[in-house]
């Protein structure tokens, strides 16, 4: 129905940023659908946590543990970005973008972020 693509994860050193982006597509009546898209991360042994999201109007959402040095963007529901600044280490981990539909959510591959140091 719908696909999630992820790009922009790699190593960096602490204190510098990356950026995430990730489109979705597939059928156009289901991602016409999509009323949240999402940024999670899992780092090894630990449970996948939400680090940002963003509703069809517009309206952002962080982590605590995030807030004030990521950003996230949308683009006409169909794409959605990750600004990550003053990385540190323990930001390291995978990154998945998540669009829901519905009751149904829809996951991005997943992209490692390493922040060294």
């Known amino acids: 129905q719908v696909q999630m693509v992820e790009s922009g994860g790699g190593l960096v050193q602490a204190g510098g940023s990356l950026r995430l982006s990730c489109s979705a597509s597939g059928s156009i009546f289901y991602v016409n659908l999509i009323n949240v898209m999402a940024w999670y991360r899992q780092a090894p042994g630990k449970q996948r946590e939400l680090v940002a999201s963003?509703?069809?109007?517009?309206?952002p959402n962080y982590a605590d543990s995030v807030k004030g040095r990521f950003t996230i963007s949308s683009d006409n529901g169909k794409k959605v970005y990750l600004q990550m600044n003053s990385l540190k280490p323990e930001d390291t981990a995978v990154y998945y973008c998540?669009?829901?539909?519905?009751?149904?959510?829809?996951w991005g591959q997943g992209t490692q972020v390493t922040v060294s140091e």
């Open positions: 963003i509703t069809r109007g517009g309206s």
């Open positions: 998540n669009a829901n539909i519905g009751r149904f959510d829809s």
